[in-house]
């Protein structure tokens, strides 16, 4: 018991003094009735004159009560009226109920009172605050007037005698001077730049001796001037590297003019056959330079990656692209796949086991790439297997060929399966993609740690971290192609078989769209190769054939097709037909062929998802266009997935990002 409680029960009050006088003054009657009567008198004396003193002292509290009241509600006034920073109440729908003089100096005294808040300031939504706010207080950025201000601010409950409300108390300070600072610091921070000639050993043979100074120089001078508004640090470190030191607020010019240094070094004729093409990554936003550094060098690695002639930014991990609009340039060197040929060679021989695995909805270039590394794998005398789980109609072909043929029968397992059998020491080998996310297996990249990427598409943001050996040439026509030159190497005077050969044969006829789209000096080569080894291409073109129902499903794709900006040919259908998407991609290549057209898509919605599968001629990149969406590919050949979203909304999403790309 505390003491408070302890005192109250010690301490008897007034009234408790006169019951007892009461009583007493009743006992007393009983004894002497005029004594009791005087003692009454006294009695009703001492009642009425301690009802009076209670009724003054209550008085004069109330009285002070009052007055402290009016004085704190005068100070209270007055605190708001002459409160040092601008101050405005809203109600619950933005309407301004009261503001300050500095409120109103803000929007030099105009008349603010019952209007809504938006009509000045148009990011202050009281909704959307009321909705995200957490608590009763919150704090928000805003640029008004040219000044930036931090609001803070709080919702305050009014209780009156015949209702309950809310209203919201903002009150602005003034960062500009801060926020300008923050600014100016950002805009000096250093950018590091990496510039690149992605076709100097071509554009150099394609040069006569005489004139090769020329070109060197002219690219020299142009580079030069391009970047000279900087004021940065530009040095060239190898015959075809430059670096660039900047400060960040030119950057924002750079994508102003859209990296025009790009089309600069294109002009360039100086009796070169072969354009000048330049590749750019650039790293910013790093904690320290040398992080600025990895950035712009992993920029550099995306950027020719994805075909050269092109600008990477690399903002602290987040990618954005410019340019990328013209073919990729082929390499004329083999060089490359004879190092990867050695290389592969001794990695299949030092793993307890080899896993082949491409991308999910397996095409005939995952299998024949597949198949031909199977073959090299078993020709290694190394247990291997080739991952599969969905596939379309024309692997279906294959593997009912492969059945009839000895040593295949055990050569394909599931994922679950491989997730079973595979160790630290497995060798996987993956094909024709480079995207983690887009794998048959992707648990089976966590499982070991010698991991093989060959691919032949533009490089995407995401990439397969950890691997021990990268081939990506996105020049190539087909992973087929690659892994065909690659198995020249491999081993010598290699004899492979005509199952094998048809494959590879069948995964190039297929992306080049028999031998029409991005096929270069090599690619006739590899198919040159693979003929000699064997290849039937009637019987390759077989397995190409389809049914009555896929022949009139693609028909009906292209019979709903609509031009759009009058070269591009856009045709939407919910078909379920078999094998949907190869089906597509065959409406889009034949979409295609009308005349005029430049560029196709088809869309398709398959079980909540909608695929998009994109083709043009060679003058609209569609990949471009479709990794916007998600997708990738290739300038002619491009592909993308969307869900969450309907067949129209898809239609308008792919609209739009075909209206920016034709008028950027």
């Known amino acids: 018991m505390d003491n408070k409680k302890f005192s109250r029960i010690l301490t008897p009050g007034v009234s408790l003094y006169f019951w007892t006088i ?34 003054v002292t209550n008085r004069e509290i109330k009285k002070y009560i009052e007055n402290l009241t009016f004085h704190l509600d005068t100070a209270t006034k007055d605190t708001l009226l002459h409160f040092p920073l601008p101050m405005v109440v809203l109600q619950l729908n933005g309407i301004i109920t009261w503001y300050n003089a500095e409120f109103a100096s803000i929007f030099e005294n105009q008349a603010l009172f019952e209007q809504p808040i938006t009509s000045f300031v148009e990011e ?70 990496i510039i ?75 009796g070169n056959t072969i354009p000048v093409t330049l590749s750019i990554g650039i790293g910013l936003n790093g904690e320290t330079v040398t992080q600025n550094d990895i950035y712009a060098k992993a920029a550099i690695d995306i950027a020719l990656g994805r075909g050269g002639d092109q600008v990477v930014i690399n903002d602290h991990g ?20 004879r190092v990867m040929a050695y290389a592969l060679r001794g990695l299949m021989r030092q793993s307890s086991q080899v896993l082949i695995m491409g991308h999910q909805n397996a095409d005939i270039d995952v299998i024949g790439a597949a198949i031909g590394l ?9 247990k291997g297997y080739i991952v599969l789980g969905s596939y379309n109609e024309t692997v279906e072909n294959m593997l009912g060929r492969l059945e009839k043929n000895e040593g295949y029968q055990d050569a394909f397992i599931t994922p679950s399966q491989a997730i ?65 030159e690659v198995l020249q190497y491999i081993e010598d005077d290699i004899k492979l078989s005509t ?44 397995l190409f054939q389809s049914d009555l129902d896929t022949y009139v499903a693609r028909a ?51 079980e909540d998802t909608i695929l998009i599968s994109g083709r043009s001629w060679g003058q609209m990149n569609v990949q471009v266009v479709l990794e916007k969406l998600g997708g990738g590919g290739h300038l002619s050949v491009a592909g993308a997935q969307l869900t969450d979203v309907t067949l129209e909304e898809a239609q308008d999403k792919l609209k739009q990002m075909i209206d920016e790309y034709l008028d950027s």
């Open 22 to 55: 009461f009583l007493l003054i009743g006992i007393l009657i009983y004894y002497n009735y005029w004594l009791a009567i005087l003692g009454l008198g006294i009695f009703a004396y001492l009642f009425y004159h301690n009802a009076r003193n209670k009724y």
């Open 124 to 193: 202050l939504d009281v909704k959307q605050i009321i909705s995200k706010q957490q608590g009763g207080s919150f704090s928000l950025s805003l640029h008004c007037k040219n000044k930036y201000y931090k609001v803070m601010g709080n919702i305050v409950k009014i209780e009156s005698r015949t209702d309950t409300g809310y209203i919201i108390v903002l009150y602005w300070m003034d960062h500009t001077e801060l926020t300008q600072l923050k600014q100016k610091i950002e805009q000096k921070k250093s950018v590091e730049s």
């Open 196 to 270: 690149m000639i992605d076709n100097y050993d071509e554009v150099m043979q394609s040069t006569d001796d005489a004139n090769r100074p020329q070109v060197l120089a002219e690219i020299d001078k142009r580079v030069t001037k391009c970047v000279s508004f900087t004021n940065g640090v530009l040095k060239k470190f190898e015959r075809d590297k430059y670096i660039l030191i900047f400060e960040h607020q030119y950057l924002k010019v750079f994508e102003e003019k859209k990296f025009d240094v790009l089309d600069q070094i294109r002009e360039i004729n100086m």
């Open 318 to 337: 987040k990618l954005r692209f410019f340019g990328g609009k013209t073919k990729e340039v082929e390499k004329r060197t083999k060089v490359k796949a």
């Open 374 to 382: 199977y073959g090299a794998v078993k020709r290694q005398n190394q």
């Open 420 to 484: 079973d059998i595979i160790d630290g020491r497995t060798l996987l080998i993956v094909v024709d993609t480079h995207r983690s996310s887009f794998t048959d297996c992707p648990t089976l990249l966590e499982r070991t740690n010698h991991v093989v990427v060959i691919d032949h598409h533009r490089r995407a943001a995401e990439f397969i971290e950890n691997t021990v050996l990268v081939y990506h040439e996105p020049y190539a026509s087909s992973t087929c192609e690659m892994v065909t």
């Open 499 to 542: 199952i094998e050969a048809e494959a590879l044969y069948a995964g190039i006829a297929i992306d080049t769209k028999n031998f029409t789209f991005k096929t270069g000096v090599r690619t006739f080569e590899a198919a040159s190769f693979l003929r000699r080894a064997g290849v039937d291409t009637v019987s390759v073109k077989q």
């Open 556 to 606: 009906d794709i292209v019979k709903a097709a609509q031009v759009y900006r009058k070269h591009i040919a856009i045709s939407a259908t919910q078909s379920t037909a078999k094998n949907i998407q190869m089906v597509i991609a065959q409406a889009a290549d034949e979409m295609i062929n009308i005349k005029d057209v430049k560029a196709s898509f088809v869309l398709c919605d398959i």
